[in-house]
């Protein structure tokens, strides 16, 4: 994914983007766990701001699995 960090995308040209379905996506912003912009009534994304989120979610995931005893690969 290459992305300037400014460029916003609609829901479903992210699902695209990710290869994620677009329910997950939809799920996971009204949850708060990745960032959106609101504009009126559509919402925004900014692919380099939601695969940043995702990645820091992952490390916190390894964090905790090492932190139980699991050995994480690289």
């Given at each position: 994914?290459?992305?300037?960090?400014?460029?916003?995308?609609?829901l479903a040209d992210l699902a695209v983007?990710?290869?994620?379905?677009?329910?997950?996506?939809?799920?996971?912003?009204?949850?708060?766990?990745?960032?959106?912009?609101r504009v009126g009534d559509e919402v925004?994304?900014?692919?380099?701001?939601v695969q940043t989120a995702l990645v820091?979610?992952?490390?916190?995931?390894?964090?905790?699995?090492?932190?139980?005893?699991?050995?994480?690969?690289?």
């Amino acid at each position: 994914m290459r992305h300037s960090k400014c460029q916003l995308l609609s829901l479903a040209d992210l699902a695209v983007e990710l290869g994620f379905p677009v329910p997950w996506i939809a799920s996971e912003a009204i949850a708060g766990r990745i960032p959106f912009v609101r504009v009126g009534d559509e919402v925004w994304f900014s692919p380099w701001r939601v695969q940043t989120a995702l990645v820091a979610r992952l490390h916190v995931e390894w964090l905790k699995l090492e932190s139980d005893g699991w050995e994480v690969g690289q």
